[in-house]
């Protein structure tokens, strides 16, 4: 550089470098830091609202109707909850079995509150509330079926499974018999349409709890019958669905249905909507408590 003087050309370039460092500076000092997205935590306790996606199961949860109420055991446990956390409850959607999971995930509700199974498929988009109770879920068969004795006998190519898309079984029946012929109904079917399926020689034999069976037996006696009832296909928890990762709200949905569990208030709901013994199994309790000791200062 000649007589230390700086190119023109030079002298430009800097200045413009300078110049555009101050305009950025100057833009990020106007701009809002980026928005951190809501929790659905956040939203409830904004809005003190829990917008509830249900599917129908009776009597976990159903309409009446005559007046369109929502009931069933699931209405109940969650009123309780929404007085433990003084929180309100809006049942905001009704979905099928097979498109609930998808509706949380994509936030159209806050929380699945019909319980529903605690498997693994669901479990890769939602989390799950502590259980509420567990479900066995049985195979059952025409009356006069001679075939199927034994669990395992529907695994067979001459026997159709019906499965209602969704529903906990429809996971369970291709790998519980692969060499069955699964048939599929649509999942906004009624739950009874597997029934009729197994009533009318469309299928041989169908997946459903306990406590379907019961209900469906009390109406139509002696049509249908449980294959191996000291054997469940399946048993599994049945939950409140939540959305995936919020801690904070699940957090709060265990600590209050822990609550109604130890104070008994879960165990007397259900029991007001049993029509048998075994329909809906309470969790064990996680302690044990001492037994009593006599009083040595007594003879």
């Known amino acids: ?16 470098a300078f110049y555009a460092a101050f305009v950025y500076a100057s833009r990020q000092a106007r701009t809002p830091a980026a ?5 659905t935590f956040e939203r409830v306790m904004r809005t003190q609202t829990i917008r509830c996606g ?27 909850v929404a007085k ?29 509150c019909n319980a529903l199974g605690i498997i ?11 259980p509420l109770f567990y479900a066995p879920t049985y195979l059952v068969v025409r ?19 019906s499965i209602l898309d969704g529903e906990a079984f429809s996971f369970l029946a291709p790998r519980k018999f692969p060499k069955a012929v699964i048939k599929s109904l649509p999942q906004m079917t009624d739950y ?21 069976f019961v209900r469906y037996d009390r109406a139509n006696p002696g049509k249908l019958k449980v294959v191996d009832k000291a054997n469940p296909l399946l048993m599994y928890g049945a939950s409140f669905g939540l959305p995936q990762g919020d801690v904070a709200l699940k957090t709060m949905i265990d600590a209050a249905l822990t609550e109604l569990y130890f104070d008994g208030t879960i165990a007397r709901v259900v029991k007001a909507y049993e029509f048998a013994p075994g329909e809906f199994l309470s ?17």
């Open 1 to 16: 550089m000649k007589n230390g003087k700086m190119p023109l050309f030079v002298l430009i370039v800097v200045l413009v």
């Open 35 to 39: 928005t951190k997205q809501e929790t």
């Open 54 to 80: 249900y599917a129908i199961w009776d009597p976990v949860l159903f309409k009446d109707l005559k007046t369109g109420e929502i009931k069933g055991i699931s209405r109940d446990i969650m009123d309780e």
């Open 84 to 112: 433990k956390l003084e929180l309100r409850i809006d049942w905001t959607e009704e979905a099928g079995w097979g498109n609930i999971v998808e509706g949380l995930a994509t936030h159209r509700y806050d929380m699945i």
């Open 120 to 130: 693994s498929a669901r479990a890769r988009a939602i989390d799950f509330s502590v």
């Open 143 to 161: 009356k006069d079926e001679k075939r199927i004795q034994k669990n395992e006998d529907a695994n067979n190519p001459d026997i159709t499974v």
């Open 192 to 212: 009874s349409a597997v029934y009729q399926d197994v009533e009318a020689k469309k299928a041989d034999a169908t997946g459903v709890t306990y406590s379907d």
């Open 283 to 299: 969790p064990i309790k996680p302690y044990e408590l001492p037994a009593p000791q006599k009083d040595a200062s007594r003879k």
